[in-house]
């Protein structure tokens, strides 16, 4: 499992956010996190990203793994240019191809068993993470994003909201995690940005864990949805889209009526049998 979150507790002062939630992530899992604003969404995908601590519980990361976390908030740091933001998001696929390099020049001096099980280890993460097609899919990303207009020289902190989001957006793509945590990743994008992101994340390898509000985006991608309650401070999880999710949801809704409705019927059972017992006792007496 690329991630695995187990009673995953926090609390701001005294009011609750989380609850012992858990959460498993798969390579290939696709799962969107819903619930009601201010429920606990951001805050759990900054504890599973590691940004914040949970008070209580615990987050397991494979030590294998590269996880991405998109933010709502996008820090601009001063001086720093939309390349300088992509050469930071790629520089582990740029460690991994220069890993094979180091191999490839060891195989060619003594071309041991252990030189090269790692060195097909490390290609096929390189290949798998798309590291042989990065300059090629740089300018794929950035196009279909829809800032390809602005220059890699532009610095970040004279870009508008939007364009930071959609730039933060298309670096963690090209670094292709093998776990993406996106934080309402569709809030700047127009429809064409949206439907080729949809295209993306569903042939996307990695596991992905998304909030979003996009019911179309949730019921394209998702192969299941965490629903976090903002009452109980817990999430329940349901397999499939949204589609099936809402079914899973109106069916839940038919049993608990039906169980309300036994429990009325066996209430009044019980009053009347109750009732008629009162005047048998009172019959008798008389």
Request: no cysteine.
């Amino acid at each position: 499992m690329a991630l695995n979150a187990k009673g995953v507790t926090k609390e701001y002062g005294h009011r609750v956010v989380l609850a012992a939630v858990d959460v498993g992530l798969n390579p290939g899992d696709k799962i969107a996190l819903i619930g009601a604003n201010g429920s606990g969404k951001s805050t759990l995908l900054r504890i599973l990203a590691g940004e914040e601590e949970p008070d209580d519980g615990i987050v397991a990361r494979s030590r294998h793994d590269d996880l991405g976390f998109l933010s709502q908030y996008v820090r601009a740091v001063e001086g720093e240019t939309i390349q300088d933001v992509i050469t930071s998001s790629v520089a582990g696929l740029r460690f991994l191809e220069q890993r094979m390099r180091d191999l490839e020049r060891r195989m060619s001096d003594s071309p041991g068993e252990e030189v090269l099980t790692e060195y097909a280890e490390v290609s096929e993460r390189f290949e798998t993470r798309g590291g042989y097609e990065i300059d090629a899919r740089t300018d794929e990303v950035l196009a279909n994003l829809g800032v390809s207009y602005l220059t890699r020289d532009r610095s970040i902190t004279g870009l508008s909201g939007g364009e930071k989001a959609r730039v933060a957006l298309a670096a963690l793509l090209l670094a292709a995690p093998d776990v993406l945590l996106l934080d309402e990743p569709t809030n700047d994008l127009d429809d064409r940005a949206l439907t080729w992101l949809e295209g993306y994340l569903k042939g996307y390898r990695g596991g992905v864990l998304f909030v979003t509000h996009d019911r179309d985006l949730i019921d394209a991608v998702a192969t299941a949805i965490l629903e976090l309650d903002e009452q109980a401070h817990r999430v329940t999880r349901y397999e499939g889209n949204y589609g099936r999710y809402l079914d899973a949801k109106r069916a839940a809704r038919i049993r608990a009526q039906q169980a309300y409705d036994a429990q009325q019927d066996e209430i009044a059972g019980l009053r009347e049998r109750a009732a008629a017992t009162a005047r048998m006792v009172g019959f008798g007496r008389a």
